[in-house]
């Protein structure tokens, strides 16, 4: 019987860890000195990569389309606008460009209660699976957000992108963008501002565009005014890995950037367009569902809301949740975006 390339790996590093006295793993400790992290860690990520490989060709999502399809809207993107770089948290970058890399990083924790004989090895590879499957849907979700958003900045055809600042009185104004970090904004404890704006030639109009966490939204706008006003909060949300919707709004007077939301005051500016994605069964979900409609409640889009679906599979006739938010059964394909931008001509 071929005994499987993990265990191999496994057993190479627990003959390291026994030929060093030095080095003390036990249910209580973990012990390594300097001399011997190298080489105990390379062993112990040829464990984790063996893992992952074995198991790489049976995820149930497209993982390799996704880092494809990034790559090249990052590229297309960031030569397009003349940008410095276009940012993503580490460990969502490398799940973007290395995906079996940023899937490794979910058996940190699980590899060592094995080493540590906290669990067996047929305990490992059941809780091996049940992290990685989490893992997956966790950072497609996650880095499908930004490739959508990306493929759509592409599909505007822009020539011209600005950063948004806030002057001392606190009125927003455009500045030069060298960088795209998508939940990043100028620093305000309330206002909410657009990240960034940019010119559609294919519109040939200004769209003003936000990516805030979808929870986040939901505080926008309450109905009473709290007794204490936060002070700490920026509004900047770019290195928070969390599930995200996007904003759109059409920019007539470039001296006129719109603020979406003042948390101090309970105002909220609508924009013209929202957009969430969504795996298929959040459909399926009555409070996936009443998230959905309590956001759009919220931010009343003019042109109401979208709901990309990361995952249509062959059935691409979904029920739309409310009449003024429509279902786009997109997938990784961006031509299947175009509507999004057909609903704003």
Not at 65 to 89: F, H, M
Not at 92 to 119: C, D, M, T, W
């Amino acid at each position: 019987m071929t005994i499987q390339k993990w265990k191999q790996e496994y057993d190479s590093l627990k003959d390291f860890t026994a030929a060093h006295a030095e080095i003390q793993i036990n249910m209580t400790e973990i012990s390594i000195p300097q001399e011997f992290r190298d080489d105990f860690y390379q062993r112990f990520d040829m464990v984790r990569e063996a893992v992952v490989e074995e198991r790489f060709a049976s995820l149930p999502l497209d993982v390799d389309n996704l880092s494809r399809n990034y790559t090249l809207e990052e590229k297309s993107v960031t030569e397009q606008l003349g940008l410095d770089d276009i940012w993503v948290p580490a460990d969502l970058l490398s799940f973007l460009h290395k995906p079996k890399a940023g899937l490794k990083r979910a058996l940190y924790n699980r590899l060592f209660e094995l080493v540590q004989e906290k669990i067996t090895p047929e305990e490992f590879e059941q809780m091996a699976d049940a992290d990685l499957a989490a893992a997956l849907v966790d950072l497609f979700c996650l880095g499908y957000e930004p490739w959508a958003a990306l493929a759509l900045i592409r599909l505007f055809d822009p020539d011209k992108a600005f950063s948004v600042l806030l002057d001392e009185d606190f009125k927003p104004y455009l500045g030069e963008l060298k960088e795209i970090a998508f939940g990043r904004q100028f620093h305000h404890v309330a206002m909410r501002i657009p990240e960034f704006v940019l010119h559609s030639k294919k519109l040939d109009r200004h769209i003003a565009v936000k990516m805030p966490l979808a929870r986040e939204v939901e505080t926008f706008y309450i109905p009473i005014e709290p007794p204490v006003k936060p002070r700490k909060r920026t509004g900047d949300t770019s290195y928070v890995l969390d599930r995200r919707m996007m904003f759109l709004s059409f920019v007539d007077d470039l001296d006129k950037i719109p603020v979406f939301a003042d948390i101090h005051k309970r105002t909220i500016k609508s924009p013209d367009l929202t957009v969430e994605f969504l795996m298929k069964k959040d459909l399926a979900d009555p409070e996936a569902v009443i998230g959905f409609r309590k956001r759009v409640e919220i931010m009343k889009p003019r042109l109401g809301g979208c709901l990309v679906v990361m995952d249509p599979g062959e059935d691409a006739d979904m029920a739309k949740p409310a009449e003024n938010i429509d279902v786009i059964a997109a997938g990784i394909d961006p031509s299947r975006l175009e509507s999004i931008i057909d609903k704003l001509a």
